[in-house]
Structure formats: C-alpha cells, structure tokens
C-alpha cells in the first residue's frame, strides 16, 4: 500500500493530466479515479471536491515554483545573474511538470471565491514579487534599465508559462538549452550597460526566431 505522500503525488500528477486535458469544467472525479486507479470513494479521502482538488493542483505547483527559485533569489548573487538563473531554472521546472501548468487566471473564474482560492492567489503573488523584486534591485543599481518593472515582469512570467503551449520533446533543443535561449534574450535585453557584441541582441532575436520557427514546424 503507497504511503499518503505517494498517494498524494499519484492523485496529483493524474488530475493535473486530465484538467490539461479537459480544462476545469469538462473534467470529472470519474474520469480522474479513472486515470489514477482509484476508487471514488478512496479519492474522497484525500479530496471531498473537484474544486478542492484542482485548488490542491495549483498549491502544489506554486510551492514548487517559490521553492525552486528562492534559493536564488534569496542568494548573494548580483541581480543580474539571479534574474538569469531564476528564469533558467523557472523555465526547467516548467517543462519538467507540464501538465501543471494549466490556464490558471482563465479556470479560476469557474471556482467560487473561497479563503483557499485567495491563499492561493498571494501564492502567486509571491512567486511573482521574486522576480519583480530582482528587476528592481538590479535598476537601482544601474545594472538594468529603468523599465516598468510590473510590466517587465508580466512579460517574463508570461512568456515562461506560455511555453508548455509550444514546447515538444522531439523538438531539437533541451530543456536547459530552452531555458538558456529566453534567460539570455531577457537578461539582454534590459541590461543597462552596452553589450560587449553590438551584433549580440540582433544575434539572440534571431537565434530565438529561427528557434521558433524550428519548433513549429517539427509539431
């Protein structure tokens, strides 16, 4: 019999699967003690809803997240290598649990307001201030920019979750090569002091484009 953490982690993995697959609304306990070969029942030990179950889903990813990056962001790391490292290992979690990242700001609105879904919110919050955080340090000391620092972060976060939409493992880059890509096209891009290569940003764009279009055409 699987220890409660082992069940845990099945009951997780297995519904994330079929909210990927179905979106909040068209899936079911059913077919997730389906998936998961569990008795209703059994499931209803662990969970007594599927709104609590998809709650528990997004908990979980949003620990992994803060968990994952805040090594780094809390590291004595010059903010312009801990945005870079941030955003490399934020982009390998990513792709390494896919099926967690689910459209979260669209399926919450079919969850009712509850203190969780709010608890959840600041979650993410949190994870979000990390990076805003980094951005502003790095401002403050002529490292980057004096951009919009909600915006630039919106950007970055957005374009990092956005990526379980195009990403395939038959594609040619690794995780880590993938991550590496976007960290050193953001990393560059708001960089206050000029790059040693004038040709480097230009370099970088049109690495990532004809990534892109590589990628695209490999689904």
């Given at each position: 019999m699987m220890a409660d953490h082992d069940t845990w982690q099945v009951i997780l993995d297995g519904a994330s699967q079929v909210f990927t697959e179905r979106g909040y609304k068209g899936a079911t306990l059913d077919e997730i003690t389906s998936r998961i070969k569990m008795t209703k029942g059994a499931l209803y030990h662990y969970v007594s809803s599927k709104e609590e179950l998809w709650l528990k889903c997004h908990m979980y990813t949003l620990d992994k997240a803060i968990n994952n990056v805040r090594p780094i962001y809390e590291s004595?790391?010059?903010?312009?290598?801990?945005?870079?490292?941030?955003?490399?290992?934020?982009?390998?979690?990513?792709?390494?649990?896919?099926?967690?990242?689910?459209?979260?700001?669209?399926?919450?609105?079919?969850?009712?307001?509850?203190?969780?879904?709010?608890?959840?919110?600041?979650?993410?919050?949190?994870?979000?201030?990390?990076?805003s955080s980094v951005i502003k340090e790095g401002i403050e000391l002529n490292i980057f920019y004096p951009v919009d620092i909600k915006f630039a972060k919106l950007a970055l976060i957005g374009c990092m979750n956005y990526i379980t939409n195009w990403y395939t493992p038959e594609g040619e880059l690794t995780p880590l090569e993938i991550a590496e890509k976007v960290a050193k096209f953001f990393y560059t891009g708001i960089l206050s002091r000029p790059a040693r290569n004038d040709s480097l940003l230009v370099n970088l764009v049109e690495s990532i484009s004809d990534f892109m279009e590589k990628e695209r055409l490999s689904r």
């Open positions: 004595s790391l010059s903010p312009d290598v801990k945005l870079y490292e941030m955003i490399k290992a934020h982009i390998q979690e990513i792709i390494g649990s896919a099926t967690y990242y689910t459209n979260y700001r669209f399926e919450k609105n079919f969850i009712p307001q509850s203190p969780t879904l709010q608890n959840l919110s600041h979650r993410r919050d949190e994870f979000e201030q990390f990076f």
